[in-house]
């Protein structure tokens, strides 16, 4: 984890260097929210708190375009109510890095040196790289390890201070085979930007 962090914060650096008139990069952490919409129903999950860090670049005026990378822990609880094998139950999480693709409008554009308040929306790409040991026995191979999910947002800009707030959902199957759902989580970042 903390390998990635430092290769986030080094890449926000180059991103700063490069930054012109109208255009912003810096790095970003926070917390998602996450839950499962299950359509089968002898899997049932609960949401859990998860964690992401990342960097964005972001450049336009009124209208604005934004590119990131992301790594997240998306954390959700998930019980299994197995007629053979009984009920089992655990935290299941999904390590994953994502590429957010936001399109956004700056609602104050004249002060955005000093207050800003976006709004935007885009698709996340996203890839399922872990899933560590649980008592579900899910692994990698048993999701969608490549995900096409759609975000909406806002974000509110102090000075070099950013806080954004978004939900996104899952456009395409969590699993490969046998269940049937799709995630969706509520995020908080805060972040700095040059």
Same mark, same amino acid.
């Given at each position: ?13 180059? &991103? ?20 499962? =919409?299950?359509?089968?129903?002898? %899997?049932?999950?609960?949401? !859990?708190? *998860? ?10 005026? %009124? %209208? ?9 822990? &998306?954390? #959700? ?10 009920? !089992? ?8 890095? +994502? ?6 409008? =700056? %609602?104050?554009? #004249?002060?955005?040196?000093? #207050? +800003? ?11 399922? &790289? ?22 909406? *947002?806002?974000?509110?800009? #102090?000075?070099? &201070? =950013? ?6 959902? *899952?456009? =395409?199957?969590?699993? $490969? ?5 799709? $995630? ?11």
């Amino acid at each position: 984890m903390k390998k990635v962090i430092a290769i986030l914060f080094i890449t926000a650096a180059c &991103f700063s260097v490069s930054a012109q008139s109208g255009s912003h990069a810096g790095p970003y952490i926070g917390a998602n929210f996450a839950g499962v =919409n299950m359509q089968t129903p002898e %899997l049932s999950t609960e949401t !859990r708190t *998860g964690v992401q860090a990342g960097v964005f670049y972001r450049k336009g005026d %009124l %209208l604005y375009g934004q590119v990131g990378m992301e790594y997240q822990v &998306f954390r #959700v609880h998930m019980t299994d109510e197995d007629p053979i094998e009984g009920m !089992r139950d655990d935290d299941v999480t999904f390590q994953k890095f +994502n590429l957010p693709l936001y399109i956004g409008l =700056n %609602l104050l554009p #004249v002060t955005d040196d000093i #207050v +800003n308040v976006r709004a935007y929306a885009g698709p996340t790409f996203a890839y399922i &790289f872990n899933v560590p040991v649980n008592d579900l026995e899910f692994t990698a191979q048993d999701l969608a390890r490549i995900r096409i999910d759609g975000t909406i *947002g806002a974000g509110l800009d #102090v000075m070099i &201070f =950013n806080l954004d707030v978004g939900y996104n959902f *899952g456009v =395409n199957e969590l699993f $490969t085979d046998e269940f049937s759902g799709r $995630t969706h989580y509520a995020f908080v970042n805060a972040g700095i930007s040059f």
